[in-house]
């Protein structure tokens, strides 16, 4: 399915899923607008789409957690100048450094945690709503977590922004379903081979793990027409058949 002519913006598109992403989604034609706090990752990513031949990406070095509120409408403005419309939204950017009792974490990092993982997701999808809407059809994506779903022991900041994030994709669904432009769903990616899985759990044994991009079908689904009128829905990748 092509997404020639598709504006898509990706969040922590210098991680390994964001990364993952947008090369799976650029191949298909889409215009991908690459959106990391961390410039050397941004510049890996861009090289490898334009080593696909792909449409050349947009960088755009931001960062979630410390950005202002007008920060955030600036880019949404600089978006709708630019391109008018905007057909895809994928919140990759995560935050977590380590597993914690709730004993020992601390206000600052809870605050970090919470900054990255939920509200500037909500921040972002809020200022970008407008020129999402002027899309015939859009699909907003937020990535979850098959672990932090479950509320295990020391997931902290990071398990309560994945089991909020949840929610407020569900309320979103269901606002915007009346009038059939902007889907909004989640992913579970599942235990992959990623820069994250090595960091979360550095002793597992990361050749029993699917590699990242066998997360292609299902972000390529959720961003194609495949996925128009599906909405309200956590897409898990480990369950996940075309």
């Not at 600036?74 to 950017?93: F, I, P, V």
């Not at 509320?151 to 994709?169: D, M, R, T």
């Amino acid at each position: 399915m092509s997404l020639k002519n598709n504006v898509i913006l990706i969040t922590g598109a210098g991680g390994g899923l964001g990364s993952t992403a947008a090369l799976t989604l650029a191949k298909q034609g889409a215009q991908i607008i690459l959106l990391d706090k961390i410039i050397p990752k941004l510049e890996i990513c861009y090289d490898a789409i334009i080593a696909a031949n792909a449409p050349e990406p947009i960088m755009y070095p931001f960062d979630l957690a410390g950005a202002t509120e007008n920060d955030y409408q600036e880019l949404a403005n600089r978006l709708e100048e630019k391109y008018g419309a905007l057909q895809g939204l994928l919140h990759s950017a995560l935050e977590f450094s380590s597993f914690t009792p709730i004993a020992l974490h601390s206000t600052k990092d809870w605050g970090h945690g919470l900054n990255v993982n939920l509200n500037a997701p909500f921040i972002l999808t809020r200022v970008l709503l407008p020129v999402l809407q002027k899309s015939q059809h859009a699909s907003i994506v937020f990535t979850s977590d098959s672990s932090a779903r479950n509320a295990p022991a020391y997931s902290g900041a990071y398990g309560v922004a994945k089991i909020a994030l949840e929610g407020f994709a569900k309320i979103l669904a269901e606002e915007l379903e009346a009038a059939q432009k902007i889907r909004v769903n989640v992913l579970v990616p599942g235990p992959v081979d990623s820069p994250f899985r090595k960091r979360a759990y550095p002793a597992e044994d990361k050749n029993k793990l699917p590699a990242m991009d066998s997360l292609a079908n299902a972000y390529s689904y959720l961003f194609t027409s495949q996925s128009i009128g599906i909405t309200g829905q956590v897409i898990d990748a480990r369950t996940f058949h075309l």
